[in-house]
């Protein structure tokens, strides 16, 4: 503000052309109130008073701060911000050897040492190698360049270049160490089976730890730096209530006290498993492990119909069109559903109209649905393609195929598919996090209903697919999308067009559906 008052002064009925770049407030400015100043005519003794009163407002500005970066010997220039609060990461980066470019939604994709990290203007998380860094403060632009505070490098930048950093801010120096040990990135799955709680912390490495309680808190300590998925999460299980970072430690809230635990360690990929259970109790007079037959939970099947509205989807033979076809069988789907008195179904839309892809998997965590399918026909240049494919969500395209698959679905209207190297955006992955605590049960649903299909359809065995399908992405539920034919293979399309077949599509999918039901009763992890 202080700054655009020196150009106002200066500048005022001035050609707006100065491209301004100072990027932090000075306090001391702060006496100098805009509303004393007075100008009356432009003449010379006001050009006089607008220059002496900028010069008084500029003189006090400082250099931009500059700390330095000591790397193996070698010393490099990092523009900090903020009195060294916030530090430029293209300068820290070039000072390791790594590369970083701005992509699309203000974001800065940084390559350290094989490592892919993602920082985006004014966001208090990172992405690292595709986890989530939480930050406590949030990054800043200043003229372009993104700034970060120095926990984002001490989280990210510097544990990918395998080294161990101090940032001493009084005497502006950054000091680096080889050898510091790589940060283990962690995923975390909870399944909650046969009176168990396991819990899983998937590692990019080694996983190695101690673990401790105290009462209701399991404190699982780890021997290296660990990036965390997330900071806090809750969730809706019988015995594990919470799950907490901090620094290098998992603190798992627990819903009884002295819950026993049995943690070990599996190797390819690096896990440490949490098997947690109410210890068993010696005598008769255990307290009654449930109340006496409470009315059975109404379970929610929230089905999507894809595509809408101006957004045709796929177009057949004959002016078939995705979007009736998809809002058909997800009808067809709900009445087969709702057989049974215990399954409530939901559709994401129930008219020709359009819904956005973030909206449809907000429909169902706002429903608290157990389920999540998308409804979509399949379609593919090649006029022989034929089938069913049944997909759940990962980051990465399981083949190219269902990355084109994936492509089509995710950007049917607009002209811009995101690139295939430009890797996915922030949020993708951030919102990434939701889905992947049920990928294991989005795989075994993907799988049932694949199954259903393929003798439905003739068509041998034909795999579950794995692609970053956007509609999928923010569920907190298990989660599919279902391809159930190719629309743009003749056959295909004359067979969707008839009712009869739809209805045996639905039906397909709808036994594939209960079966899963029956076997995840309800309060087995869903919805956290
Ligand atoms: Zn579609």
């Avoid at 892919?116 to 998380?125: K, M, N, P, S, W």
């Avoid at 950054?174 to 962690?186: C, D, E, F, K, P």
């Avoid at 209805?503 to 087995?524: F, K, N």
């Amino acid at each position: 503000l202080l700054f655009a008052t020196t150009i106002f002064i200066l500048f005022y009925e001035a050609d707006e052309t100065s491209a301004c770049d100072v990027p932090i407030e000075h306090p001391r400015r702060n006496r100098f109130a805009p509303s004393k100043i007075e100008f009356d005519s432009s003449t010379g003794l006001e050009w006089t008073v607008r220059l002496f009163l900028a010069l008084i407002l500029a003189l006090p500005a400082p250099n931009p701060t500059t700390v330095t970066l000591l790397v193996g010997g070698k010393t490099f220039n990092v523009s900090a911000a903020e009195a060294g609060a916030l530090l430029s990461i293209p300068d820290v980066v070039t000072g390791l050897g790594g590369n970083s470019r701005p992509q699309a939604g203000a974001s800065l994709a940084i390559e350290v040492a094989g490592h892919r990290i993602v920082a985006a203007d004014g966001v208090a998380t990172a992405a690292f190698d595709n986890r989530v860094v939480n930050l406590s403060h949030p990054t800043r632009s200043f003229s372009g360049t993104l700034y970060a505070p120095w926990e984002f490098f001490e989280k990210t930048i510097f544990p990918a270049a395998g080294l161990s950093a101090e940032y001493e801010r009084s005497s502006a120096k950054i000091r680096t160490h080889a050898g510091g040990s790589a940060a283990v990135a962690l995923e975390v799955s909870l399944v909650h089976l046969d009176q168990m709680t396991q819990v899983v912390f998937r590692g990019s490495g080694p996983v190695a730890s101690d673990t401790s309680s105290d009462r209701d808190q399991l404190t699982v300590a780890f021997k290296s730096p660990v990036v965390a998925p997330f900071l806090d999460k809750s969730f809706d299980d019988p015995l594990v209530s919470r799950i907490h970072f901090s620094e290098n430690s998992a603190v798992l809230s627990l819903r009884a006290p002295d819950l026993a635990v049995n943690a070990y360690t599996l190797k390819a990929p690096d896990r440490l498993v949490l098997e947690i259970v109410r210890p068993a109790s010696p005598g008769a007079a255990a307290p009654a492990p449930a109340a006496p037959s409470a009315p059975p939970a109404l379970r929610t099947v929230v089905i999507d119909p894809g595509h809408g509205g101006e957004e045709t989807g796929a177009v057949g033979p004959a002016n078939i069109v995705e979007k009736d076809v998809t809002l058909d069988i997800a009808r067809r789907l709900a009445g087969v559903l709702s057989r049974d008195a215990a399954v409530r179904t939901v559709l994401t839309r129930n008219t020709d109209t359009l819904t956005a892809l973030d909206e449809r998997a907000a429909v169902a965590n706002h429903e608290k649905a157990a389920l999540f399918i998308s409804i979509h026909a399949n379609s593919s240049r090649a006029a022989g393609a034929h089938g069913s494919e049944t997909y759940y969500l990962s980051l990465a395209a399981s083949d190219k195929l269902s990355e084109a698959v994936a492509r089509e679905e995710n950007a049917p209207a607009g002209p811009a598919p995101p690139s295939p190297d430009s890797g996915p955006a922030l949020d993708f992955i951030l919102w990434d996090m939701a889905q992947s605590a049920h990928l294991k049960e989005s795989a075994v649903l993907a799988e049932a209903i694949q199954n259903e299909l393929n003798a439905l359809l003739n068509t041998g065995n034909r795999g579950i697919k794995q692609a970053p399908f956007r509609v999928l992405v923010g569920a907190t539920m298990p989660a599919v999308l279902v391809e159930t034919a190719f629309i743009s293979n003749p056959e295909e399309a004359r067979q969707l067009t008839n009712p009869e077949f739809r209805q045996s599509v639905a039906e397909a999918i709808g036994r594939a559906v209960a079966a899963y039901l029956r076997q995840h009763p309800p309060g087995a992890s869903e919805n956290p």
